[in-house]
């Protein structure tokens, strides 16, 4: 069964520094790994999709890694501004499903 | 990216009542999902429903509880029945096009018993 842990559960930054949130799944057989935000009492909103067969992915100050093999994927969020805190969540599709199976997420505060 | 619209937003109910939340994607689409999320929690996966056929439910959850419909390939609907204090969560619906891409999500539902 596959299991997704994200560390921290919670991290309080200054605005402008550049911060890594993690992720690591069980199972390495997945198909994809998706990172998404979520605003409070809000729903999600996807940042970034990762292919088994890709290394990272980046969309402005995001970029997000995968190490399939070692069960590892990073959120890496650049110059961060108060406007990033949110809680994000990393969720794996494992191979020959269509669900998502998410951590816990990360809450993140980016303190002015 | 697909717009996902719920209904209602958020309620708040009795114990005992019914309430049915309904999901309205803006293309068509094979497969929708319903999560639940408790407070606090990360989202669980309550069932998959495709078009034409049964939802197919997770572990845990049955359809006495939480029957789905989808009778088109744009709209869905759940509803949480015969509520209780523990129902209170966040259900969000969501869909994607295909294995390959990004699955989406509605703004969710904040469901409140009482």
């Known amino acids: 069964k596959q299991e997704v842990t994200q560390i921290p559960a919670a991290l309080s930054v200054p605005e402008g520094e550049n911060l890594v949130l993690n992720c690591s799944f069980t199972?390495?057989?997945?198909?994809?790994l998706q990172w998404f935000r979520q605003d409070p009492g809000k729903g999600l909103t996807s940042l970034l999709l990762?292919?088994?067969?890709?290394r990272e992915q980046t969309s402005g100050r995001l970029n997000a890694s995968l190490d399939k093999s070692s069960g590892r994927s990073t959120l890496y969020i650049a110059a961060s501004q108060p406007g990033d805190s949110a809680t994000y969540l990393c969720a794996v599709r494992t191979q020959g499903a269509q669900k998502l199976v998410f951590g816990q997420g990360t809450r993140l505060t980016i303190n002015p | 990216s697909a717009v996902i619209s719920q209904k209602p937003s958020r309620d708040i109910c009795q114990r005992g009542t019914s309430l049915t939340i309904q999901c309205q994607v803006d293309?068509?689409?094979?497969?929708m999902f319903w999560y639940r999320q408790q407070p606090g929690q990360s989202l669980t996966l309550i069932a998959t429903?495709?078009?034409?056929?049964?939802?197919?439910?997770e572990s845990g959850f049955v359809i006495d509880k939480f029957p789905i419909s989808r009778p088109n390939l744009t709209f869905s609907t759940l509803t949480v029945s015969n509520m209780s204090p523990e129902d209170s969560s966040i259900y969000l619906c969501s869909t994607g096009w295909g294995v390959d891409q990004p699955q989406h999500f509605g703004d969710g539902t904040r469901l409140s018993i009482l």
């Open positions: 990762i292919q088994s067969s890709q």
């Open positions: 199972d390495s057989a997945i198909y994809n």
């Open positions: 293309s068509q689409v094979t497969m």
């Open positions: 429903a495709n078009q034409g056929s049964e939802a197919t439910y």
